[in-house]
C-alpha cells in the first residue's frame, strides 16, 4: 500500500483546517471589532 | 493571585491580546510550516511504519491540545465559578470551538494512520473511544454555553460542565494501560520518550507552533466576544435611554 496518500490526506487537513480556523477566527474578531468601532464614534 | 485580577480586566486583557495576537499568529504559523516541511523531507521513515510515521508530527500535537483545550475550560470555568471573573467565562467560550476541531482532527489523522498501519480505520478501543467522548463532550459544551448565552444565563451551568468534563482526561491518558488493543502505549511523555531523536526532534516545531496559532484562536475569539459584547450593552443603554 502507498503511504504517500494517507501522509498528504493527514497533512493536508490539518494544516487546512488550523488555517481555515485561524482565517475565520480573523476574519470575526475584525467584523466585531469594526463594529464596536463604528458605534462608539456615531 | 493579585496578578490574575490584573489579567482579568477587559482593558487590561486587550491592552496586551492586540499586539501579541499578530506575533503569536506569524510565529506559530513560521514553525508549524518548518516542523511540517522537516517531519515530511529530513527525517529517515520508521523501520517498522515507513513513511506512515510522519503523521507523528501532526497527530501528537492535535491529541495534546484537544486534551490541553479542555484543561483551559476546566481552568477558566473554576477560576469563573470562584472569583467571578466574566473573562474567565469568556475564555471558556473561546477555548471550546479549536478544542473541538483539534480533538476531531486527532481523530481524523489516527484515522488515516490506522489504516495503512492496522489495516482498519476505526477500532473500538479504549483510546479512540475515550478521545471520541471527548469531542461530543466538547460539542455539548458549545451548545450548552451558546444555549446560556442565548437565555441571558449566569454561566454556572457550563462552568460546572466544564468541571465535570475533566474526568475524561485521566481515562483518555490511562486508556492504553488500562485497555491495550491497537493503539500502542505511551511512547512520549513530557519527561522521555520510545521514538528515536532522529525521527523525534520535529516534532518539537509542529508542537510550539499548533500550540501558539491555538492560542491566538482564542486570543482572537475572546477579542470577537468583547467586541460583540460592548456593542449589545451600548445598543441596551440607547434603547434605556
Redesign the interface.
Known sequence: ?N??P??I???A???G??AA??AA??I??R???G??ER??KK | MPTLHAFANPTRFLSIARPLTPVLLALGAALLLFGSWAGLTQTPPDYLQGETVRILYIHVPTAWLGMGGWTGIAVSSIVYLVWRHPLAAIAARAVALPGAVFAGLCLATGSIWGRPTWGTWWQWDGRLTSMLLLFFVYLAYLALSRADAERDGDGRIPALFGIAGTALLPIIRYSVIWWRTLHQGPSITLTKSSVDNSILWPLGFTLAGFSLLFVAIVLMRMRADLARIKVEARMRRMAAA
Open positions: 500500500m503511504p504517500w494517507f501522509v490526506g493527514a497533512y487537513l490539518t494544516l483546517g488550523t480556523m485561524a477566527a480573523w470575526a474578531m467584523r466585531a471589532e463594529q464596536a458605534q462608539r
